[in-house]
C-alpha cells in the first residue's frame, strides 16, 4: 500500500475554492490552520469527503467568479474609491477606517472578513451587519471632525476651529496648556465628542460644557504634564516634564530614581507602575495612583524573545532581578533554589517559563504573574508534533491558494 504524506498548511489566509479531488488524492491527511478560510459548496463537499482538518477563526463562502483581496496593514474606504468590475471579497488585517459618504463604494464588495478596529460614521452601522469583523467598531457623529486618537490641545487649536464644528477624538483629549482659549471655543458654538478629557483644574469650568456628557473626566492640577509612552523616573524626564505628571503608559521606578522622588508632587500612571523593592515603602507614601504596581530588581531584564537567568546575574543583583514582558525565560541549572529565592523578585508577564529543576519550577511558581506556561526544561507538549517530521508536508505562508 503506497505510503502518502500528510499536508499541513498553517497560513493568515488560505483560498480552498480550487482544490481538487486529485490533489487531495496524493495526501493521506490534509490538516489547515487559518484565521480565514476562503470556500465554496463544491470545496466543501470535497474536504469532508477526504476528512480534512479543518481549524479556522472565520469562514468565508463564496460560489461564483469572486476575486479575493488581502490587505495586511491599514486601509480606507473612501468616497469615488474607483473598483474593479470583478467582484471582490476583502480581507483586512488591520485597522479600517470607512469615510463618510463611502455607502456606495462599501456595497460593491460581496463580502469583508475585517480583522482589527473599524472606525466609521454612524449612519453607517448598518451595512457592516454582514460582514465578519474580528475586532472593535468604533463610531462618530455624522458630521464630526475627527481629530487624532489622543489630541492634546494647545494655544492656536482655537485658530484652526471652524464655527459650529463638532470635533472627535477615539481615545482623549488632552487640555492642560495653560493658554487655551476655551472662551473663544465657545463663541464659536466647537463641541468635542471623546471618551476621556484630561483637563487642568484652572480650565475646568469653560472646559466642561463643550464636551459630550458621557466623557469621563479626570481633573488634573496645574502644571501637570501629560507623558503618552512609556517612562523611567529619570533627570531627564523630570527635566523635561517637571514634577506633576500623568503617564499615559507604563513607568519605571529604578533604584537610581530615590535622589528623584522627593522632587515627584504628583503622580498619575495610566498603566503598571513598576517599583524597585528597595523603594516600595517610599513609593506607596507619595500621591499617586495606577492600574497596577509590581515590585521588581534592580536589574530589570525586559521585551526579550529570549531571557537566559543565570547565578552569575544573580549574584550581581544587589537588588534582585526581575524579567518583565519576555517571550519565554530560562533559569539555568546553576541556580540553586536559594539563590533564587534571595534574588528572583519576580516574573511578569512572559509567556513561558522554564526551569532546569524541579525546587526552582516551585519557587518561580510563587514570584510568576501572569506567566501562560510554567514548565521543566525538556518537557514537551503531548499534543506537539516534532519539528522535523518526514511524513508532513508543512506550509508556513502569510496566504495559501490551492
Same mark, same amino acid.
Given at each position: 500500500?503506497?505510503?502518502?504524506?500528510?499536508?499541513?498548511?498553517?497560513?493568515?489566509?488560505?483560498?480552498?475554492?480550487?482544490?481538487?479531488?486529485?490533489?487531495?488524492?496524493?495526501?493521506?491527511?490534509?490538516?489547515?490552520?487559518?484565521?480565514?478560510?476562503?470556500?465554496?459548496?463544491?470545496?466543501?463537499?470535497?474536504?469532508?469527503?477526504?476528512?480534512?482538518?479543518?481549524?479556522?477563526?472565520?469562514?468565508?463562502?463564496?460560489?461564483?467568479?469572486?476575486?479575493?483581496?488581502?490587505?495586511?496593514?491599514?486601509?480606507?474606504?473612501?468616497?469615488?474609491?474607483?473598483?474593479?468590475? /470583478?467582484?471582490?471579497?476583502?480581507?483586512?488585517?488591520? %485597522?479600517?477606517?470607512?469615510? %463618510?459618504?463611502?455607502?456606495?463604494?462599501?456595497?460593491?464588495?460581496?463580502?469583508?472578513?475585517?480583522?482589527?478596529?473599524?472606525?466609521?460614521?454612524?449612519?453607517?452601522?448598518?451595512?457592516?451587519?454582514?460582514?465578519?469583523?474580528?475586532?472593535?467598531?468604533?463610531?462618530?457623529?455624522?458630521?464630526?471632525?475627527?481629530?487624532?486618537?489622543?489630541?492634546?490641545?494647545?494655544?492656536?487649536?482655537?485658530?484652526?476651529?471652524?464655527?459650529?464644528?463638532?470635533?472627535?477624538?477615539?481615545?482623549?483629549?488632552?487640555?492642560?496648556?495653560?493658554?487655551?482659549?476655551?472662551?473663544?471655543?465657545?463663541?464659536?458654538?466647537?463641541?468635542?465628542?471623546?471618551?476621556?478629557?484630561?483637563?487642568?483644574?484652572?480650565?475646568?469650568?469653560?472646559?466642561? %460644557?463643550?464636551?459630550?456628557?458621557?466623557?469621563?473626566?479626570?481633573?488634573?492640577?496645574?502644571?501637570?504634564?501629560?507623558?503618552?509612552?512609556?517612562?523611567?523616573?529619570?533627570?531627564?524626564?523630570?527635566?523635561?516634564?517637571?514634577?506633576?505628571?500623568?503617564?499615559?503608559?507604563?513607568?519605571?521606578?529604578? %533604584?537610581?530614581?530615590?535622589?528623584?522622588?522627593?522632587?515627584?508632587?504628583?503622580?498619575?500612571?495610566?498603566?503598571?507602575?513598576?517599583?524597585?523593592?528597595?523603594?516600595?515603602?517610599?513609593?506607596?507614601?507619595?500621591?499617586?495612583?495606577?492600574?497596577?504596581?509590581?515590585?521588581?530588581?534592580?536589574?530589570?531584564?525586559?521585551?526579550?524573545?529570549?531571557?537566559?537567568?543565570?547565578?552569575?546575574?544573580?549574584?550581581?543583583?544587589?537588588?534582585?532581578?526581575?524579567?518583565?514582558?519576555?517571550?519565554?525565560?530560562?533559569?539555568?541549572?546553576?541556580?540553586?533554589?536559594?539563590?533564587?529565592?534571595?534574588?528572583?523578585?519576580?516574573?511578569?508577564?512572559?509567556?513561558?517559563?522554564?526551569?532546569?529543576?524541579?525546587?526552582?519550577?516551585?519557587?518561580?511558581?510563587?514570584?510568576?504573574?501572569?506567566?501562560?506556561?510554567?514548565?521543566?526544561?525538556?518537557? /514537551?507538549?503531548?499534543?506537539? /508534533?516534532?519539528?522535523?517530521? /518526514?511524513?508532513?508536508?508543512?506550509?508556513?505562508?502569510?496566504?495559501?491558494?490551492?
Amino acid at each position: 500500500m503506497e505510503n502518502k504524506k500528510n499536508l499541513k498548511i498553517n497560513c493568515a489566509v488560505c483560498d480552498v475554492r480550487n482544490v481538487t479531488e486529485e490533489l487531495l488524492n496524493t495526501y493521506g491527511e490534509v490538516a489547515i490552520n487559518t484565521a480565514c478560510i476562503i470556500t465554496s459548496p463544491d470545496a466543501q463537499a470535497l474536504l469532508g469527503k477526504y476528512k480534512a482538518k479543518l481549524n479556522c477563526a472565520a469562514t468565508a463562502t463564496i460560489d461564483g467568479n469572486v476575486g479575493v483581496s488581502t490587505i495586511n496593514g491599514p486601509m480606507t474606504i473612501a468616497p469615488g474609491q474607483v473598483m474593479t468590475e /470583478e467582484k471582490i471579497y476583502l480581507i483586512v488585517n488591520g %485597522p479600517l477606517e470607512i469615510l %463618510p459618504g463611502s455607502d456606495n463604494v462599501l456595497k460593491n464588495y460581496v463580502g469583508m472578513v475585517l480583522n482589527g478596529p473599524v472606525i466609521c460614521p454612524e449612519s453607517m452601522v448598518g451595512l457592516l451587519s454582514s460582514f465578519n469583523i474580528n475586532g472593535p467598531v468604533r463610531t462618530y457623529p455624522d458630521g464630526s471632525i475627527v481629530l487624532k486618537n489622543t489630541t492634546i490641545l494647545d494655544r492656536v487649536f482655537h485658530l484652526r476651529t471652524r464655527q459650529d464644528a463638532l470635533y472627535y477624538a477615539a481615545s482623549r483629549i488632552v487640555a492642560l496648556s495653560p493658554d487655551i482659549d476655551f472662551t473663544k471655543l465657545a463663541e464659536k458654538n466647537v463641541r468635542f465628542v471623546t471618551k476621556r478629557l484630561l483637563v487642568s483644574e484652572s480650565l475646568t469650568e469653560a472646559a466642561v %460644557p463643550l464636551f459630550d456628557e458621557k466623557a469621563d473626566i479626570v481633573i488634573l492640577p496645574d502644571g501637570c504634564a501629560y507623558v503618552d509612552d512609556d517612562a523611567e523616573l529619570n533627570e531627564t524626564l523630570l527635566r523635561r516634564y517637571g514634577g506633576k505628571l500623568y503617564i499615559n503608559g507604563d513607568l519605571n521606578i529604578t %533604584p537610581e530614581s530615590a535622589p528623584l522622588l522627593d522632587q515627584v508632587s504628583f503622580l498619575r500612571v495610566n498603566g503598571d507602575l513598576l517599583v524597585s523593592r528597595s523603594l516600595k515603602n517610599r513609593v506607596l507614601a507619595m500621591d499617586l495612583e495606577c492600574n497596577d504596581l509590581y515590585v521588581v530588581g534592580g536589574i530589570l531584564i525586559t521585551d526579550r524573545a529570549q531571557a537566559a537567568i543565570n547565578a552569575a546575574m544573580l549574584e550581581d543583583a544587589d537588588d534582585g532581578l526581575s524579567a518583565v514582558n519576555c517571550a519565554h525565560v530560562s533559569i539555568s541549572a546553576d541556580v540553586s533554589p536559594e539563590l533564587l529565592r534571595e534574588k528572583l523578585v519576580s516574573i511578569i508577564g512572559c509567556a513561558s517559563v522554564s526551569c532546569a529543576s524541579k525546587e526552582q519550577l516551585d519557587v518561580v511558581a510563587l514570584l510568576a504573574k501572569d506567566v501562560t506556561s510554567l514548565s521543566l526544561e525538556g518537557q /514537551e507538549d503531548e499534543d506537539d /508534533e516534532p519539528e522535523n517530521d /518526514e511524513n508532513v508536508i508543512k506550509i508556513n505562508a502569510a496566504s495559501y491558494t490551492f
